[in-house]
């Protein structure tokens, strides 16, 4: 069935390491969006993407890197990860046709 | 700056009963509004969406109203069952440059 889907779903790392958390799409949507959600905020955008090798800042864009190589495909990479970087992270694509917004199940990550 | 404001922050309701939630926003200029349903450890799920002339939308047990005048939206759930317990997020869209801007959550608790 066609969809969002985030790898992984749960991660645990140390302070210092890079992660990378994986999004795929199998719409062929144009945009796809990453954001982190935390207890006392709404869900806030880190970076967006209109088009493959097409990338833009979001609201907190500090201390992640995206990249577009293929349509399907949008990695979020934390170069050094950070305690303040502990949360869930979705990937989201919207419908081009009703913009209906898709959010993929999360990746839960945990920086010790 | 476009905000979002959601109340009650959580609600506890017993199972068959009605409930509201509200959804305040300052954003400009106005695109479309939309609710989201959140199960907890999965990610949001798109329950309706509403432009600016469209004033009541339904999904099932679920209505949703729009004020644009007075830049107020409410959820309204009918009959509550225990699936109905999660997290609804108000979400808002910028006109003109596919920003959303997202409310915190209303927690919903539905017990037997």
């Known amino acids: 069935d066609a969809g969002i889907t985030q790898s992984p779903r749960y991660k645990i790392t140390e302070t210092g390491r890079q992660v990378t958390l994986m999004c795929h799409q199998t719409?062929?949507?144009?945009?796809m969006f990453w954001y982190r959600q935390d207890l006392g905020h709404g869900l806030r955008l880190i970076y967006y993407?209109?088009?493959?090798?097409?990338?833009d800042k979001g609201e907190v864009p500090d201390g992640y890197v995206v990249s577009r190589s293929k349509t399907e495909n949008f990695p979020l990479t934390l170069e050094s990860a950070t305690r303040s970087q502990t949360s869930v992270y979705f990937c989201?694509?919207?419908?081009?046709?009703?913009?209906?917004?898709?959010f993929g199940e999360g990746s839960r990550l945990t920086v010790l | 700056k476009n905000q979002v404001e959601q109340s009650p922050q959580s609600l506890i309701i017993l199972e068959g009963k009605n409930c509201t939630l509200q959804?305040?926003?300052?954003?400009?200029?106005?695109?479309?509004l939309r609710w989201y349903k959140q199960d907890t450890g999965r990610g949001p799920v798109s329950l309706t969406i509403?432009?600016?002339?469209?004033n009541t939308k339904s999904n099932g047990r679920y209505t949703a109203t729009l004020d644009a005048d007075t830049k107020q939206s409410s959820l309204h759930i009918t009959a509550s069952q225990l699936s109905d317990s999660a997290s609804y997020i108000c979400?808002?869209?910028?006109?003109?440059?596919?920003?959303?801007?997202f409310g915190k959550g209303n927690q919903v608790v539905v017990i037997p």
């Open positions: 989201a694509s919207p419908d081009r046709d009703t913009g209906e917004l898709f």
């Open positions: 719409w062929s949507h144009s945009y």
């Open positions: 993407s209109a088009a493959a090798d097409i990338t």
């Open positions: 959804c305040n926003y300052t954003v400009s200029p106005f695109s479309n």
């Open positions: 509403m432009t600016f002339s469209e």
């Open positions: 979400v808002v869209s910028v006109y003109g440059n596919n920003r959303l801007a």
